[in-house]
């Protein structure tokens, strides 16, 4: 009896479910899901190259100093870096008075508690301090960007498919909508406030193009400040902030792949050893 109940009920949720897949199937064929502005002409990121992809990937550190510096002339305007410390900066190649420097001229104060009143108020912020926001608060972010809150970018390149390559993409993307658009999906035309971007999930992003020309910043190691290069040093540059132990991270697994390699050598000769004298 109780085979039988369970072959019925069985039989049961098998006829179910191939009753569910019919009724998904034929609504699926009678009225085919419509297709999607963002469908049509989401793109998917460039291809980019930098010195750090791959298992041998190592950072290029003027290449970060100068993503360093695309962030803190375009991108800190909006943009907080809070996970990042001005000391972190020397792991770039700066030296202790050049980390103070960065640190004392950073547009943006720390906040702070005014110790003879109590009260809250501002200083210049310290070598050890985390990079403050440009912002005091959500609200007042949202209020400077026409309600758009712009993200922390300390660990962007984690949390966007594509990375580094979806950051490039986006940076150089900016572009006017295609005809075509207007035509077949005119209610995804970007609205007041908002710019076309094939890049942007939905095609309309908030942000206005930050790399609008070249030379928008001067290198001081005499690199050509295109919109292209501004764009893959500063998606470098974030991806250390991402990850700035990639290089150890890179080294110890190399090291752990040796040590499992030669562990199993020794292993299989200690097994021919052990079962030397043993015939089949």
């Not at 999607?36 to 990937?57: C, I, Q, R, V």
């Not at 009143?117 to 949202?142: Q, V, Y």
Request: include cysteine.
């Amino acid at each position: 009896m109780i085979r039988i109940g369970a072959f019925l009920v069985g039989l049961f949720f098998s006829g179910w479910l191939l009753v569910s897949f019919g009724v998904g199937a034929v609504a699926y064929i009678s009225e085919p899901p419509q297709e999607t502005a963002e469908h049509a002409f989401h793109e998917h990121p460039k291809k980019l190259s930098l010195s750090s992809d791959g298992p041998m990937g190592k950072f290029d550190r003027q290449q970060l100093q100068r993503g360093f510096q695309v962030y803190k002339e375009v991108c800190s305007a909006c943009h907080s870096m809070r996970l990042v410390a001005f000391r972190n900066l020397g792991e770039l190649g700066y030296n202790e008075d050049e980390v103070k420097a960065i640190a004392a001229n950073w547009p943006a104060q720390t906040p702070s508690i005014d110790p003879a009143t109590g009260e809250a108020t501002t200083r210049k912020p310290l070598p050890a301090d985390f990079i403050p926001s440009p912002h005091a608060n959500e609200t007042a972010a949202r209020a400077a960007n026409n309600n758009a809150l712009p993200p922390d970018l300390s660990l962007i390149t984690k949390a966007r498919h594509g990375g580094a390559a979806y950051i490039y993409s986006l940076l150089t993307g900016y572009q006017e909508p295609p005809a075509e658009l207007a035509k077949r999906f005119p209610d995804a035309m970007p609205g007041p406030g908002l710019n076309y971007n094939p890049y942007f999930a939905n095609l309309n992003i908030a942000m206005a193009n930050p790399l609008g020309s070249d030379g928008i910043v001067t290198y001081s190691d005499g690199t050509n400040a295109t919109r292209e290069q501004m764009a893959k040093d500063v998606a470098a540059f974030l991806v250390w902030t991402a990850e700035p132990t990639l290089e150890k991270r890179h080294q110890t697994g190399w090291a752990v792949l040796i040590f499992l390699i030669i562990a199993t050598g020794l292993g299989y000769m200690a097994y021919r050893n052990v079962w030397a004298g043993v015939k089949h």
